[in-house]
């Protein structure tokens, strides 16, 4: 079984790749930067490729596949730029930040989808999964000290893009259901490491008031939902997003 990590090497893809690599998979790991040593040893290669092109993602999907097929494909990558560990005001955000944010986290999503769909195994429980957010649904919090909206540091344009995502991982379920395959998101909460250990101390206490387990989840926690999305046993599971943020958002 082979399968394709976007963002493997940040600090959720890792778990991920880890998660996968114990349960049986030959993984690659498609990212901008190297992996740990330790998550490299985990995973069969690694491309270095930035997959907001078309050729970046080619390549990663080919790499990850070889000659034969891909079992699983996992978008993992992702930015989410911050003002000192806090969100950008909309007036703040350049066009060029947005456009890179957009890109990153949907159009990547969209390439390396359209290159695995042929590599995609017909009817051998082959998936995709990609890596949303719980601010796909909330939008971005209200000014410092607003009664309203939760407390988060992602600006508009993250939020907006999450949720773009989200809409897309639903149109491939509905499209690739007919190929035997299966595609699905998780929406991690508040993950105490990779972009939100950069979170401001003030607003990760605020944020963390708003979620009934009273922390943060760990990236081991959104790969084990991952594992399981992927398994035979969410064989009757497509186009759902799974929140993992300890209850955090509503349905
Ligand atoms: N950490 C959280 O609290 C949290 C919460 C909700 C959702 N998420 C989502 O989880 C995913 C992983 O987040 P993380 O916290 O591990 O962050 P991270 O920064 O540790 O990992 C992101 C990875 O994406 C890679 N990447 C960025 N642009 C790329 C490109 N163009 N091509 C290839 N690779 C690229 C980065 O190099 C990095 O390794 C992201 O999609 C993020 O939006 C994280």
């Given at each position: 079984m082979r399968a394709l990590v976007t963002g493997g090497s940040g600090h959720i893809g890792a778990a991920i790749t880890a998660r996968l690599a114990a349960g049986g998979y030959t993984v690659a790991i498609a990212d901008l930067a190297e992996p740990a040593p330790e998550v490299a040893g985990l995973a069969d290669r690694y491309v270095a490729a930035d997959v907001t092109s078309e050729q970046g993602a080619r390549e990663a999907v080919q790499v990850a596949a070889g000659a034969g097929h891909l079992d699983v494909l996992v978008n993992c990558l992702g930015v989410s730029p911050k003002k000192n560990g806090r969100k950008r005001p909309l007036g703040e955000i350049a066009l060029e930040e947005w456009e890179r944010v957009f890109a990153v986290n949907v159009t990547a999503c969209f390439l390396t989808m359209r290159e695995a769909m042929p590599r995609l195994r017909p009817h051998a429980n082959a998936s995709i999964v990609n890596v949303v957010s719980?601010?796909?649904?909330?939008g971005a919090a209200g000014p410092?000290?607003?009664?309203?909206g939760p407390a988060h540091p992602s600006g508009a344009h993250y939020c907006a893009s999450k949720a773009a995502l989200a809409n897309l991982t639903v149109s491939a379920a509905r499209e690739l259901a007919q190929h035997g395959v299966r595609c699905n998101g998780v929406a991690p909460g508040?993950?105490?490491?990779?972009?939100?250990?950069?979170?401001?101390a003030t607003v990760e206490t605020r944020l963390l008031g708003q979620v009934p387990l009273s922390r943060s989840g760990t990236a081991d926690e959104v790969a084990a939902v991952v594992g399981f999305l992927v398994?035979?046993?969410?064989?009757?599971?497509?186009g759902e997003i799974i929140d993992v943020d300890g209850g955090w958002v509503p349905d």
């Open positions: 719980a601010v796909a649904k909330l410092d000290g607003a009664t309203y508040y993950i105490g490491s990779g972009m939100g250990g950069t979170t401001d398994s035979p046993d969410a064989s009757y599971l497509t």
